[in-house]
């Protein structure tokens, strides 16, 4: 017996993979004697773009298992990825399994681990939209409600656990009956913090990508409200056109592989053949995360369905448009500088109007300082 504490961390879709940099680094740094991480991908992404390239440049373990589930029915994937964590939890018999953010990998280490009563941390814990047709609501909120230790990355997220019944007064030792929430500060704001200088150092993706710092609109699409159904995918990729139409600026879209699979599929042909004809719209494929920050923080306009980028764009002082019905990080539409404009084509272009002819200064330290996950070793540590 090593004396250590051992966890073993769940990751599977791309947002997971980043985030789990942060406490990987935190682990190598400050707690490599007294905890030791498992890591287990359960392969929901695969491409090489999509996984691979962040545990190169962002210094992630190889995971000791990777479960190779990939695509499929919610259904399909999931059950696949609870039969795969429960064999290595059987054998690895860990203290805590950490679960990140709302995916079906989270769901799936969150009933395997919980019906062998593993205590489970679940990061990015609390956040709500208020929308039960996302997948990601039930994800979260089921992960939530058996957890052990919760840690929200805002006083949004803490506040909404309390009003779902966690108590703020339970005491040690916790258990999924009677869990601990925290309010921590974001993850993904360490990385952020952490991997910017050596992005603006190494990066060479604006001029790869032939445009200028302040020059363009940063765009990402992911979400299946948006890329599943035609005529919200229209509407957004008309208003795209009508920013880089009026405003004189290049947009660049990093395409995730669910939306360039049915780009053509679902756009109106009209709109389809004005995007391929724009020189100035430029979609590439995927790219790195330190490639993401670079393009991230010359960009002049960030537009975006995705959880993390809206964070990021607030990160870097960027203004952004939320391209959903709603957000879970209400404190950045609260602060002014992101509007949620939905795949409403006049409301996005009303947003860009607005947003590019402000200039805001103040961007006050919403999701903490950037040490969370230092936070959450220590908390780790301090509840076995
Ligand atoms: C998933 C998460 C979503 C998260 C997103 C981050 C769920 C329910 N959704 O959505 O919350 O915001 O990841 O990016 O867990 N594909 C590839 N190559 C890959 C991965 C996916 O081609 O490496 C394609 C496949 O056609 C697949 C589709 O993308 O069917 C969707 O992938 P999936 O992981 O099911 O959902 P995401 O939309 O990526
Ligand atoms: N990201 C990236 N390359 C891209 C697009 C996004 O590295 O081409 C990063 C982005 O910087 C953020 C994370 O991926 O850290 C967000 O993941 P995604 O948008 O896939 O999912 P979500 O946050 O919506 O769950």
Redesign the pocket.
């Known amino acids: 017996m090593s004396g250590k504490i051992k966890i073993v961390t769940i990751i599977g879709?791309?947002?997971q993979i980043?985030k789990a940099s942060a406490i990987s680094r935190a682990i190598r740094n400050n707690f490599k004697d007294k905890i030791s991480e498992i890591i287990l991908h359960t392969g929901q992404h695969y491409d090489e773009?999509m996984s691979a390239v962040?545990f190169n440049e962002m210094q992630i373990p190889i995971p000791d298992y990777n479960l190779n589930v990939g695509s499929g029915t919610h259904g399909y994937q999931t059950a696949e990825m609870i039969k795969g964590i429960e064999i290595v939890l059987i054998k690895e018999k860990p203290d805590f399994i950490v679960l990140y953010?709302?995916?079906n990998s989270t769901l799936a280490g969150a009933v395997a681990a919980s019906k062998l009563n593993i205590k489970i941390v679940h990061i990015e814990a609390g956040l709500r939209s208020f929308n039960k047709s996302m997948p990601?609501e039930i994800n979260r909120i089921l992960c939530d409600h058996c957890s052990t230790l919760l840690f929200s990355p805002t006083k949004t997220g803490f506040n909404n656990l309390v009003n779902e019944g966690f108590s703020t007064n339970n005491n040690a030792p916790f258990t999924a009956d009677n869990p601990k929430i925290y309010h921590c500060g974001d993850i993904?704001l360490d990385?952020t913090l952490y991997f910017s200088k050596t992005a603006a150092q190494h990066c060479k993706i604006l001029e790869n990508t032939n445009v200028t710092s302040g020059s363009y609109a940063l765009v990402?699409i992911?979400?299946d409200l948006n890329t599943d159904n035609p005529e919200r995918l229209t509407s957004i990729f008309s208003a795209i056109l009508g920013i880089a139409n009026t405003k004189n600026i290049n947009i660049v879209l990093?395409?995730?592989p669910r939306t360039a699979k049915i780009l053509k599929e679902n756009l109106s042909s009209v709109v389809y053949n004005r995007l391929k004809e724009n020189s100035g719209i430029k979609i590439i494929?995927?790219?790195?995360?330190l490639?993401?920050?670079e393009l991230?923080k010359h960009s002049a306009l960030i537009l975006?369905?995705?959880?993390?980028?809206q964070k990021?764009a607030y990160f870097l002082n960027k203004p952004c448009i939320i391209l959903r019905p709603q957000t879970e990080w209400v404190e950045l539409t609260t602060h002014g500088s992101s509007i949620l404009a939905d795949a409403d084509e006049s409301k996005i272009l009303q947003a860009a109007e607005t947003l590019l002819s402000k200039k805001f200064n103040d961007f006050p330290a919403l999701f903490g300082y950037g040490n969370a996950a230092e936070f959450i070793c220590n908390e780790i540590l301090l509840n076995n």
């Open positions: 879709a791309r947002p980043i773009n962040f953010g709302d995916t990601e993904m990385n990402t992911h979400r990093p395409l995730h494929e995927a790219v790195s995360y490639d993401m920050i991230e975006t369905d995705s959880g993390g980028v990021e």
